[in-house]
């Protein structure tokens, strides 16, 4: 992955922040919590970003309430407080929560829009996970439902709604019935892309606010780059 795309609490793209919670756009690169490669963590960026805005000497706190691969862009929420990171981790994790994605894919899907249901085997030493159609020993239930928003030349966008939300879900259910996300080596794409980004994007997501309880809907724009410019300017 290309270190050149990381995120500053100056480029940080911030689509909605208030005292409980704050949403930012992931850009394609970003890791959302720190790992063994060292490299800056987006909830880091994040947290200077707050420190810098909002003048507060010392230690800022941020929940990480949920991830994205770090190939993929869009929607990422982190919580403010702690009562907010509770409330959260409880919606996420009881799937109260409703998130839509983006994935431009090589070859469009037959039929164009439908329902995929699969068991997902993890292999944790490859990261990945294989879709199997019947159930097999320790393999997840995993079902999305995709349909068809516009098409190019060469590629198609689909936009997925996750029922259920496993390893790798989408990358490899759409492998599975032979559409490949663009860029996406590890599950059949032909080449990466140069930035070593997959064009997978969280687009938008659907939750109470876990203080105020009122419904809330956020959208992502989508990358700057010429393939999701040019057919991912749908409503």
């Known amino acids: 992955m290309s270190n050149t795309n990381h995120s500053t609490a100056d480029n940080l793209q911030v689509i909605y922040e208030d005292n409980h919670l704050i949403v930012v756009n992931k850009r394609p690169g970003d890791i959302v919590q720190g790992d063994k490669t060292g490299d800056t963590a987006l909830s880091e960026v994040v947290k200077e970003y707050i420190a810098i805005k909002y003048g507060k000497p ?28 509770a409330r959260l981790n409880k919606m996420f994790a009881q799937r109260e929560t409703k998130k839509t994605y983006w994935a431009m894919v090589k070859s469009t899907p037959d039929p164009t829009q439908g329902r995929l249901e699969h068991y997902l085997l993890r292999n944790h030493k490859q990261n990945k996970s294989y879709a199997h159609i019947k159930p097999v020993q320790e393999a997840k239930h995993a079902v999305l439902n995709y349909r068809t928003l516009a098409q190019s030349d060469h590629y198609t966008l689909l936009e997925i709604d996750l029922e259920t939300g496993r390893h790798h879900q989408i990358r490899a259910q759409l ?15 032909k080449r990466s892309n140069s930035d070593g980004s997959i064009h997978l994007h969280a687009r938008a997501l659907e939750l109470l606010h876990p203080v105020q309880k009122e419904p809330m809907t956020f959208v992502a724009p989508v990358p700057e780059e010429p393939l999701w410019q040019s057919i991912g300017q749908v409503d």
């Open 175 to 189: 492998s599975a019935i032979g559409c490949p996300i663009k860029g996406d080596l590890k599950y059949g794409a």
């Open 58 to 85: 010392g230690a800022v706190f941020l929940g990480v309430v949920h991830r994205l691969d770090r190939p993929t862009s869009g929607l990422i929420v982190f919580a403010r407080t702690s009562k907010a990171l």
